[in-house]
């Protein structure tokens, strides 16, 4: 399982769910969200959970989202992300672009034209491996689940058994931090993790453990 955007409201959710079910967990955060002082309390308990792992999702989220800016700078984004590893204490060199599902690892690409250049900087420059996803819990207004739980667990059921995974047999699985701030959601993610936790076969593994990735 994977969380983007933290620390933010809804992360603590995060952490209480996968720590109640013992599922691993890799939480990519963003420097400029650690800023405010409770929010630093959260990122000392998530590293000192050994279920859980920090990685790196850029320190200003793309310049505030500013996605177009962001990619087509592509030294001003490495900066970027280089910040974030420094002040997030980030302990292994994997990251995830803001806004893009694109991977960079074992000198294997994928992404759009606009974020490959980032790419190549972040595999060459600093050997950081970039890790996307498989399956997304999307949102809408408000931060809002899209899916059910039922209807994501359908999704990640297919994703398991198919052919268009990075990586065959592993599902990389994305949701956001902020989406679970609501008990009711809250309530969503125990469901659909306990759900795919009870499935034969499936084990959960923080993202230093993905098929690739050298620690």
């Known amino acids: 399982m994977s969380f983007d955007d933290g620390p933010q409201p809804g992360t603590m959710n995060c952490y209480h769910v996968c720590e109640q079910l013992g599922i691993k967990a890799t939480f990519f955060m963003v ?22 792992l ?32 420094d002040s997030l204490h980030v302990p292994l060199k994997i990251a995830r672009l803001p806004g893009n599902d694109a991977w960079a690892l074992n000198k294997r690409f994928k992404g759009t034209k606009q974020v490959k250049p980032l790419l190549y900087l972040l595999d060459s420059a600093v050997q950081y491996m970039v890790l996307g ?65 009870a499935m034969p076969n499936v084990v959960f593994e923080t993202l230093d453990n993905y098929p690739g990735v050298k620690k």
């Open 31 to 52: 420097g400029l969200h650690a800023e405010e002082k409770p929010r630093k309390k959260w990122i000392d308990s998530i590293r000192r959970q050994p279920l859980f």
């Open 54 to 85: 920090i990685a790196n999702h850029s320190y200003t989220h793309a310049f505030k989202n500013h996605y177009q800016s962001f990619y087509g700078q592509p030294n001003l984004a490495l900066a970027d992300f280089m910040k974030a590893h």
């Open 133 to 197: 996803w498989d399956v997304e819990w999307k949102f809408k207004a408000g931060d809002k689940p899209i899916q059910s739980a039922q209807a994501l667990l359908l999704e990640t059921q297919k994703a398991m058994t198919g052919k268009e995974n990075f990586v065959k047999k592993h599902t990389v699985i994305l949701a956001h931090d902020r989406m679970f701030r609501r008990a009711e959601d809250r309530d969503s993610l125990y469901t659909y993790l306990a759900a795919l936790k």
